[in-house]
């Protein structure tokens, strides 16, 4: 089964400032989506990023995929107090469907 | 659409006892799966299913925890008999295939004492 791991555990940034989220996974995958948890609430998806494509833009997110490296980055730009959440990355493996989500990145961004 | 929808969204038992959470997914989504996430185990799979079928269990940690899904818009999570560590959120999350994210219910906060 894949599991994603995000990297740092934990980010600290202004507002303002931009915050980059890394994720790595083991076997090869069919699509990578990234997700935002605010405390208390259930996961929300955020974008998908399937296994032929390098890049992907939504807003003020950005995410890059290296099927070579099997990693994956989520930029943020221009940050903002409410981008405050856990993110996490769900590698999907390919031929399955089973997504198994790391410790997630927890990101806090102060006024 | 009113999303996936959970419930109870808070539930309290004696140790013992048997729990019922319930979710109903979103209509035309085939993919249905059941996590927990806790502070010292993060977010758990413990099933999913594709349209009705239960295709991976592996995730569902003894046998005092069972999972149904009856028809394409309810499926039920029930544990029996209840035991503190248990007490978790349990999340519902439906899909409509493997090109398209999940949408995560609210969750279902079980506190067993």
């Known amino acids: 089964s894949q599991q994603g791991e995000e990297d740092p555990q934990a980010l600290s940034i202004q507002e303002g400032e931009n915050a980059t989220m890394n994720c790595s996974y083991k076997t090869s995958i069919n699509n990578l989506q990234w997700y935002r948890q605010n405390s208390g609430r259930g996961l929300v998806h955020l974008i998908l990023?399937?296994?032929?494509?390098r890049e992907k833009h939504s807003g003020r997110l950005r995410v890059t995929l290296d099927t070579s490296k099997k990693s994956s980055s989520l930029l943020i730009t221009a940050s903002r107090a409410a981008d405050t959440a856990s993110y996490f990355c769900?590698?999907?493996?390919?031929?399955?469907?089973?997504?198994?989500f790391g410790a997630g990145t927890r990101l806090f961004v102060k006024a | 659409d009113a999303g996936v929808i959970q419930s109870p969204r808070h539930e309290v038992t004696e140790m013992g006892q048997e729990v019922t959470l319930r979710c109903k997914p979103i209509s035309g989504h085939d993919y249905l799966f059941w996590y927990r996430q806790t502070m010292m185990r993060g977010l758990e799979l413990l099933i999913y299913f594709n349209n009705n079928v239960p295709i991976d269990d592996s995730g569902m940690p003894e046998d005092r925890f069972s999972a149904k899904m009856p028809n394409a818009s309810f499926s039920t999570l029930k544990i029996q008999p209840s035991e503190p560590r248990d007490s978790a959120v349990y999340f519902c999350?439906?899909?409509?295939?493997?090109?398209?994210?999940?949408?995560f219910g609210s969750g279902t906060r079980l506190t067993v004492v």
């Open positions: 999350a439906s899909s409509p295939g493997t090109l398209r994210g999940y949408t």
């Open positions: 769900a590698p999907v493996e390919t031929g399955g469907f089973k997504t198994i």
């Open positions: 990023i399937r296994s032929n494509e």
